[in-house]
């Protein structure tokens, strides 16, 4: 409801978009991963893994942000242009980087 996604955004099976959620261009949200624990067996014939990624309310994502596997972005959060996000995201944070660190709260 009342939320948009970006020009040339990509957004992986499985991920779950609430209200009001703003996406600058360009955003990546993967839900799947290649599994690489084997070094005998080359990477591509291991096959891949799949963890969605929720998104909840009221929450911006700047141009070019990453969102890895099993992600959940708290309502409120604000995501940095570019900013690389490999684990949860609280509740009304700000966060940037690579990987995405906290800045502050809203």
Known sequence: ???G???????GKGTTIGKDVMMGP????MTS???FNQTNIPMNLQGTT???VKIGDDVWIGTRAIILPGVT??????IGAGAVITK?????AIVGGVPAKLIRYR
């Open 1 to 3: 409801d009342n939320s």
């Open 5 to 11: 996604i970006g020009i040339n955004c990509r957004v």
């Open 26 to 29: 360009e955003v990546i949200i």
């Open 33 to 35: 991963s290649h599994i």
């Open 50 to 52: 799949f963890d969605e």
């Open 73 to 78: 972005i708290g309502n409120g959060a604000i």
């Open 88 to 92: 949860d995201v609280p509740r009304n």
